[in-house]
């Protein structure tokens, strides 16, 4: 029961989201490009910027890369038995590969291990924003509506600023430059608006695509790679690496998360089958539900 009531605030934003574009009708589109563009590079930035660099964060980023590209062939092999589009393969990497790792990672982590497991969570959640942010829109230019080519999509991910803002925030904490607390304040404003504003924007989607058909054999294989096989990988990874368990405990439990909410705003900014994004995160979160508390009692929490 107190494992659902720290999912229920995620289907509540859900939720005032599809009622909200249902009754009103929102540019959709408008939306998640301000999230994108406007809100989570101020994230970024404080997180980076508050957080103390260890030694730590290296083996964190090689292990994050490592279960990215893993995936990433996995959802390959799998695109070649279904015969897919290059618009169909980049949706089905935008679902397979990315966990919501953030607003309901985090929580969850929260709740299992307690103030020194969210903060493990946090870095991990950053890292996989930026990989979100980096090979992830190179994947969605590349099977978006333009059909962008290699260097075009290339180009797109250069142009986002969330890496810059990564960047600015490390740099600041290393050379131990104090930003005003005015200034942090409202960097707080904007970075705490991103997350709800990724949820309202998925729930808008889901409002959306309820009357269209999907692809499920693509949404099947996405839900697979995305609860099955992605904790399993990240397990043998971390078994590797020189991380305390609690460490690597949070790893795998972030990475047992369902589709991001960020890949139906990549979906949305590059026409990337959106409505079958959208309904891979839906149906992943759903069934996380059940799984996560699976994947809790197989780690012994």
Known sequence: MDLLLIILPVFIIFFIGFIGQ????????????????????????????????????????????GLTFSLLLIAWLSSLFMQTTRSELSALILGSVFPNSGNYGAPVVLFALGAVGFDYAVVIMVFHGLIINTIGIFFASLGGEEKATWKQALYKVLRMPLAYASSLGIL???????????????????????????????????????????????????TIIRMAVS???????????????????????????????????????????????????????????????????????
């Open 22 to 65: 249902r009754l009103i009708g929102f540019d959709i589109k408008s939306i998640s490009s301000a999230a994108l563009y406007l809100m989570s590079p101020f994230l970024a930035f404080r997180t980076f910027y508050t957080h103390e660099l260890s030694i730590d964060y290296v083996y964190i980023l090689i292990a994050c890369l």
């Open 172 to 222: 600041l904490q290393l050379v131990d430059i104090k930003v005003p607390q005015a200034v942090m304040e409202g960097v707080g404003l904007a970075a705490d608006a991103s997350i709800p504003t990724v949820m309202l924007v998925l729930g808008m989607q889901l409002a959306v695509i309820s009357k269209k058909k999907v692809a499920y054999r693509f949404v099947s294989a996405s």
């Open 231 to 301: 904790p399993l990988v990240a397990a043998v990874i971390v078994s590797f690496m020189p991380l305390d368990d609690l460490y690597k405990t949070v790893f795998i439990i972030q990475s047992a998360m369902p589709t991001a909410a960020n890949t139906t705003l990549l979906a949305l900014q590059f026409g990337t089958e959106p409505d079958l994004v959208s309904f891979m995160t839906f149906i992943t979160t759903i069934l996380s539900i059940i799984t996560i508390p699976l994947t809790l009692f197989f780690l012994g929490i």
